[in-house]
Structure formats: structure tokens, C-alpha cells
């Protein structure tokens, strides 16, 4: 028996899903979206597993098969030293992925929550420290890192903090702007009025408002920092050789390009896939939340 | 050619929404409207009246679609139109004014030559004569000084000189059908009266048609010839003005027209229970639910649209015959009650000389040594006593939200003193000891704006709790939770909604569980009613009425619904520029002599009753800033005695009519009496 009740009934239960379950349904009819977050998974995937089902030794070097084209055995071929690029390429992404992870969510957490504070709290506190941000912007910063990575070394955690550092500050901007857009409303004078301390507001009251545009802009920030991490790898401020390393691997093979093109292509392939990946999934997370690419994206 | 200017038929628009399913917006919408006709279109939020009025310009929002019918314009089918038709139909034969004209404005032209624009983009006419009849348009609208006028950025006027433009624009075509959707919500209760006035006068010199779509009776009332009251997507009933009024055959109609406070009938009105169903899902009357008529038939059979005999009256209901059996005017004597106010001689609240300034001097300022203009809020002074609610009155500007704010700690006050028993309100809300913050609550206007749309209704509720009873367990603040939800008439289900699961009725319910979750002695509610639906505005006041009763909480209520007031209040407070104009309870402030601005805004009042009519008695000025000194209302009061008004702040004078009932005005107390009738019926 299919009687109007029923059909109401079904209408009202639509209207009773939590924001969490209705950002994922409306992800999950974007096929772009989709189809970006299977790029992310089988990259993670393979960061975390890749040790294990290597097809070939990646730091074996052959002094039979170098800058070989591609056969049954070396897929993608080898580079000038011998080594399975197809491995290597595989391997390649695993420091890269963990240190621009990490350094997403420091820049997140500690960009977003300044962001936050500052909008809240307005007045002085916010112009002086704002003009500090867009000071510290007009700073070329891949030079900026070259230096601190030079001096300190190329560390996994000084590499991290760094980079969370200095993609934070972008974030600052984001999350002031989209706080300043709540700080206005009732729901905030309530708290204000009800005598709830900052942090409480801060927390409670505008992080989980915030929260969608931090989430996309975190997702934009670490196809920058991909980038980012892998031209300073190309440069040698990345992994130390011989561990298998995107940016590093094109730098070491480029010589080779006209006679062993996948040497270059692996590594570029599987860095634009992931970047493609983010992107795309970046782009239709933002539209799930309602919010527009533009909002979320660093400036 | 028939004689109709618009033939609606058997409309249906509906979308598809996530699932796929067809969901209507419109059923069977039928209605006509003949030439130089006025017609209001009468609904609760969400009914489908602003789409109807859309699509009688051929406009669908994006993803809705014409199901079925017909929607004609001169014999012309509008939906089967090509664009550029309709453009040219739209503008030069109808022409819409919107709600928000301020916005429809381009901010950064002026407004004389966004007319002269649309001038010409209707006609091929020179510069010169679309520069003069922009300038009659200005007049026609009763913009005083076209020429200056014409050559303001549209942030350089008023809402109510905006929606003026706006109108001027809508006539620039010379169209033969207006439609108008709610062209007077937000603005102030003597603009909107002036607004209506105006209309009703181009409408009776151009001889246009009108749709006015409203959800504001009184509105309603001024303007029409006919109403049409539309409910869950269907027209219910269509009549003319008096018979809705005064005999109306649909259960609904009558509903709406019990709910309304009136000046008239003192005490809470009738409220409706329920909320309107989605279009199309019950099997029978989509009324049905919330009716008091109803049996079996109503369930399980749709009505047909029946005549009344004898009438151009046409409804929807099976059992109209039996509805108008019932007088409706007893009805309507009946369902209002008064609510009982317990009186103590305890102040729970003392205010003197509060003075609060918007205005920071800058380092610019301070240099130039400029002087300090008046300070927004001067001279307040008022005591509450404890269990009493009292009422600050007053048009947008008149400082009401400002002294709440300040009372809540959200603003500074630049003098004066906010006594609350023991406590000194004249500080921060930041710089209050935790069991101060916990006895004042607030409400805010908006359920919309004040509930964290992130958090669930038992998360908005447990903040207070945790707040200010941080000894209590989790078990404890949960079945505190579901208490206060059932003290607020909501099922404990309601626990895990979001607020924009929820319709604007139960948003207000949580707000105000809320405000009591910190079982306060003093609640401040700023206009908490009046972004409610009608139907559901008693039941709020109630509600409010009945949490008071428990534990005698003192109100102030913010308002700018003199009607409201009547109902809900016991004293009153009439405010003009920050500055207080007349004192006394509810009995008093209603009954002469009134204080010559009161007496503006008890005539603005537009009752549900299409045999009167406001008198308009004060002029239509936008003011900013209070004068710098005199009587706060001497630009605009028409009984201005000269001189003494603008150079004296006047005197308290105490009116015979009851102790507490005092006027501050340089008139003589006789004098005002003498010229001033009662709006309350004698």
C-alpha cells in the first residue's frame, strides 16, 4: 500500500539527515568527484603498501639494462643507472604523500584556528597581525624554504613544519574571511551574551561553521604543497637519494628524456594523477558543501 | 477577446526533487483577474503564492516545470512565449515589484537615470522627454523634489523612498497589470501605511490591475477589492474583500483571520495547531489535519472549488455550508484570552538616565576637537517589576534592540545606571560574574540566525546547561534537555534535528528552551513573534505567557507591533530617536490622550478589517539622528506648537486616565485629549 501517509512519511525522513551524510550523498553523484576520490584512495593505497608488492627491487642496479626502453620485465623500463622506473615510480610518492599530508593538517589547524581568532576578535589585534600575513605573503616563498631546508637540512619534520608554516599563512586568510561572515550573526551574540568564554566561541560556535571551508581549502592547499615538494625534490632539498622520489627522479632522468621518455613520464604520471585527483575531488567537495571553488581557494 | 486581463486554469508547477520525485509547488491553481481589479493574494510562508505570481509572468525557477494548465495573460498562453516575447510583454504590460526594491536597485547609478533607462529600453523616446517623464514618474510616486531625488545613489535613500523608485520603475512602462510581492515587508509601520496609500492611488489613476501577494491581512485589507487565500499550494477561497473579512467560508480563512492580535480585542488570539502539509500528500483536504470542522469525508476525498450561491465566492471545503452557519464575529470574540499577569511590588530591574553613543571618536575627530553628535540612547529611565512584561515600543531607530543590547552587556553604556537587584548591569557581559550572565537571557527576532545551524537542537540546548550548571552529569543535562523540549511543547525526538530541519514556529520553541535553560529571572526578547508565521504567533506568545506564570520571570519585549503589545504586555514604553515619549500599562497607552507620536503609530496599525483605515497624521520623513535638542519627534509631528518643540526637551506630564500613565510633550495634557480619538472600540 503506497498511500500519500507513506509518501509523506518518506519526504519528512529525506529532511532528517545529518550535514555529514548529506555532503557524502551529494558527493557521490558528482561522477568528477567520485572518479578524484579513487585517485586519491589507490595513491594512498599504494604509499602504504607499495614496500610490499613491489614488482621489482627499486634501488637494484643493473648495469645490463640501463636507460632501457620498456619490456616484459621492466614495464616503464630503467633509468640511467639501471633501476625499475615502474617501482620506483610507484615507491616514489610515499614521502612526498606523508610529508604534504602532515603538513596539510598542521596548516589547517594552526591557520584556520588564527584565522578564526582573528576575525573573531577583530579591532586592533587583527589589523596589526592581518598586515604581518600580508607582509609575510609578499615573501617568494619556495626561495624562503630553500634557505630553512639548506640550513636545518632535508629532514622529514623540518620539511613538514616548514611547509605547514608557510601554507598556514594562506589559510590565515581563508578562514578570517569566511569567520568574519559568521561573527556578525545572532548565533554568535547569544553565546556572547550567555557569557561563554572566546575559546568556547571559537570552538564550538565557529569552528564546525568554518569547518567546510577549511576542509576544501586543506584540500586545494595540498595539491599546491604536492608541487611545491616535489619541485623542491627536483632541486635536491626533497628525499635523499637513493630512496625513489617523484620531483628527484625527473631531475636525476632528464638528461635521458629522448631516448627513455618514461624514466620522466612514470614519476609525472603518478604525481598529475594524484594532483588530478585532488582537484577533482576538491572541486566537488566544495560543491557538495554549497560552497564555490572560488571561496575556498588560496588567494 | 474575453473580458479577463488574467485567466489562470488548472495550474500545476512542481520540481523533482533529490529522489526523483515529482513534488508540486502549485495544484490546480485557478484565477482570474479582470481589468483595473485588485486582488490580494493572502498566504502562510511556503504556500506557493510568490510562484503563482511568478508564473503569471510566465517565470518558473530553475528546475520547477509547468505539470498542467494554463497561465494566460490578454489570451496570450505565457508559457508558451519565446523569450524575447515575454520581455516584451514583461515591464510594458506587467510589471513586478519585489520586496527588497533597495536591492533590485544598482547601487552604483543613480536612481533618476535607472529609470530613464528602463524609459528606454521599453520605447524608442528621446533623451529629453524620457528625462521629463522620469521626472513625472517621481512625482506620481510623491517623491518630494524629483530633481534631487532623481540625481541620489539609491544607499542616499530611505527603504521606504527605495521601494518608491521601485514602484516608479514598475510604472515607467505604463503597464496594465502590476504584481506585487510583499513591497512593504521590513519597512516601518507610518512608511508602510504611506506606501499603501500611494498604491491604492496610482492603481485608482492609472486604472492598472493589482496583485498584491502578501502575509499580512491588515495589508490585505487596505488594499483589495478581492482576496484569494491560498493554503498548501491550492486557492482555498476567492472573494470579495468584505465577505472574506467579514463571513469567510474556509475553515483556513478563518484560522488566519482568528490568529491576528488585534487593537481592537485585548488578549491573545487563536492559534492555529500544526503546520501545512507538502502540497499533493494527503489524500483528502490538505486542511484537514489542523481543522476544527473536519470528519471523515475531509480525509479521505479532495474538495472541489464550490459557489456560494449568490456570490462571487467561490471555496474549497465540504462542509462550507455548515462553516458559515457559525457567526463569525462571536467566533472571533471568543477565541481570544487574556493572560494573566501577576503583579509584584518587587522591582526586579531599575534603569536611570541610560545613555549609550554608537559613536568612537577617531584620532581625526579628537584632532579637529568635532563635536560629539546626540547620543543614540539619552535619558531612559524605567524600572520592571519582577513577574511584570513590559513593552519598549518604537519604529526601526528608536533604540529599542540598543537598550536590550546594553542590558545584555553587548554594548557599553555611555552613562547611566542598569540596577538588577544586587547586581550592576552597566558592565561588559565579559567582565559578569558567571550567576549574573546566568539570570539575564536573551531571544533573538530571527530563529534562523540565533540557532548555530552546525548544531543539533540537544547541542544548542546543552550549551547554557554545561554553561551554568557545570555540576550536572551528561544523564542529568539529557533529561534536563528533553524537559525543557517538552516545556517548549516539542517532542524529545527533536533532540537530534538540525535547525534547518525544522519549520520557523519550532526554531523559536528551541530558542526560547534555550533562554530558560538557564532557569533565568529576566528575559529580554527582541521582537521574538515577528519572523513568525500569523498561525503560529499565538502559540509563541502563549508559550511565553505560561514559562512566565511558572517562576515569574520579568519580560522586556522589543516590538514594533502595537497590536502585539496589546496582547502580550502589561506596561508599555514609547520610544522615539533613543529618547522616551510615554510611559503607562497597556490600558493607559491605548485609551487618550496619547503622546502625538504614539497616536502616528496606533494609526499606522493596519487591522484585518477592510472598513478602516489608517489616518496618517505624521509625515513620512526618514530620520537618522536625534535632533540635537527639543523634542525628539519635532520634525515630524504635525502638532508641532513651533519654537518651544525645537529648543526644550519637554516635560513629564501625568495623564488623568490612570496613575502611571505619563506624556512627555509641551502640549498641553487637555488640549491632546481634545483632538484625539480612541482607537479602541468604545
Known sequence: MTTAA?????????????????????????????????????HLILALSSPYILPQDPFLMRSDVMSDAPSNEHIMGTDKLGRDIFSRSMLGGRVTIVVTILSTIIAITWGGLTGIFLGFLGGRADEILMRIVDALLSIPWLLVLLIIISILGTKMWVQTITFGFTYGILTIRVARAATLDYVSREFILAARARGERKRTIVLRELMPNVLDVLLVD???????????????????FGVTPPTPDWGYMIAENREILPIQPWSVFGPALMLSTLIIGINLFSDAFAKALGLDRSQGAPV | MSNLLVDVNNLTIGYHNKMGELVHVLRDVSLQIKPGETLGLVGESGCGKSTLGQAMMGYLRSGSMVVGGTAQFEDTEMFSLTDRQLEAVRGNQIALIPQNAGQSLTPTMRVGKQIIETLRLNTDISKDDANKRMLELLGQVRLPHPEVMAARYPHELSGGQQQRV???????GEPVMLILDEPTTGLDVTTQAHLLELLCEIVTDTGAAMMYISHDMGVIARVSDRVAIMYAGEIVEDASSADIFNLPAHPYTRGLLESIPRLAIAGIPYSMPGQPPIPGVLPGCAFAPRCSFVTDICT???PTLDTIPEKPHWVSCHLWEQVIETDFSQELQDVFHTIKHKTTDENSIDISDLEITYYRADLLDRLRNTLEPPSTVSGVTFSVQRGETLALVGESGSGKSTIVRTISGLLPAKGGRIQFDDCDLTVNVADRPMHTCKRVQLIFQNPDASLNPRHTVAEIIDQPLKLYFPEMTRAERRERQIELLDRVRLDERYRLRYPGQMSGGEKQRVAIARAFAADPELVLCDEPTSSLDVSVQAAVLDLLADLQNERDTTYIFITHDLAVVRAFANRVIVLYQGRLCEVGSVDEIYSPPYHPYTETLLDAVLEPDPSTRPKLIAKDIPELTPPAQGCPFQRRCLKNIGEICDSEIPPWQTAENGKEHKIRCHIPMQELLANQESVLPV
Do not use: C, D, Y
Open chain 1, 6 to 42: 507513506q509518501s509523506a512519511e518518506k519526504l519528512t525522513t529525506i529532511r532528517r539527515r545529518s550535514p555529514a551524510v548529506e555532503t557524502w550523498e551529494n558527493l557521490r553523484r558528482s561522477r568528477a568527484g567520485m572518479l578524484g576520490l579513487l585517485l586519491i584512495i589507490f
Open chain 1, 218 to 236: 586543506g584540500a586545494m592547499n595540498w595539491s599546491w604543497m604536492l608541487l611545491s615538494f616535489t619541485s623542491l625534490s627536483f632541486l635536491g
Open chain 2, 166 to 172: 521601485a514602484v516608479a520603475m514598475a510604472l515607467a
Open chain 2, 300 to 302: 479521505s476525498e479532495p
